[in-house]
T-cell receptor, first 116, second 112 residues
Framework: DAGVTQSPTHLIKTRGQQVTLRCSPKSGHDTVSWYQQALGQGPQFIFQYYEEEERQRGNFPDRFSGHQFPNYSSELNVNALLLGDSALYLC???????????????FGPGTRLTVL | DAKTTQPPSMDCAEGRAANLPCNHSTISGNEYVYWYRQIHSQGPQYIIHGLKNNETNEMASLIITEDRKSSTLILPHATLRDTAVYYCIVLDSNFGNEKLTFGTGTRLTIIP
């Protein structure tokens, strides 16, 4: 049973550039959430996608956008990169409905983004 | 804002039980307690969750007080691989797939 996968593992960009991160959910899951984790901090919720639409959004600027594809995989796009965007970006997947036995979010290994 | 309070750090001897406390005094009736852990630079790993009753799985046990205002995660026989940051999260699963709000967690160090 494949777990959550993310690509790439590491990425280095310069200020002002744009980046796309990718996530494939755990088999059987239909919902993808994205989190940003700065060094020494806990993960912060960016947004969540379900049925190819943004379902919830955290306190992040419009430079952060996403997409979910019909196969439930997802992309996170960040435009006009700032030094402060350097972080570990985490993707978590889950299955809508069915109560707490199925709502549990499972995380991928993350993508380490460094902005120079 | 995180709804939980955890000690910033704890040590535990290898082979002993590690007991990690969490306070969630404002928890409401339909909110669950979830535990995740994060080993250095990896994605958070789901451990266990519960509502009212104590829960046990292959990784850990979760003890929730009767008033539900606090809980304890127990790793029965800690190993060096259990060294990680442990996060206690309160989550309303009635609405399904709510965002996870992480606090600062407890950094657990297992001592050989």
């Amino acid at each position: 049973d494949a777990g959550v996968t993310q690509s790439p593992t590491h990425l280095i960009k310069t200020r002002g550039q744009q980046v796309t991160l990718r996530c494939s959910p755990k088999s059987g899951h239909d919902t993808v959430s994205w989190y940003q984790q700065a060094l020494g901090q806990g993960p912060q919720f960016i947004f969540q996608y379900y049925e190819e639409e943004e379902r919830q959004r955290g306190n992040f600027p419009d430079r952060f956008s996403g997409h979910q594809f019909p196969n439930y995989s997802s992309e996170l796009n960040v435009n006009a990169l700032l030094l402060g965007d350097s972080a570990l970006y985490l993707c978590a997947s889950s299955l809508v409905g069915g109560g707490p036995s199925t709502d549990t979010q499972y995380f991928g290994p993350g993508t380490r983004l460094t902005v120079l | 804002d995180a709804k939980t309070t955890q000690p910033p750090s704890m040590d535990c001897a290898e082979g002993r039980a590690a007991n990690l406390p969490c306070n969630h005094s404002t928890i409401s009736g339909n909110e669950y307690v979830y535990w995740y852990r994060q080993i250095h630079s990896q994605g958070p790993q789901y451990i266990i969750h519960g509502l009212k009753n104590n829960e046990t799985n292959e990784m850990a046990s979760l003890i929730i007080t009767e008033d539900r205002k606090s809980s304890t995660l127990i790793l029965p026989h800690a190993t060096l691989r259990d060294t990680a940051v442990y996060y206690c999260i309160v989550l309303d699963s009635n609405f399904g797939n709510e965002k996870l709000t992480f606090g600062t967690g407890t950094r657990l160090t297992i001592i050989p």
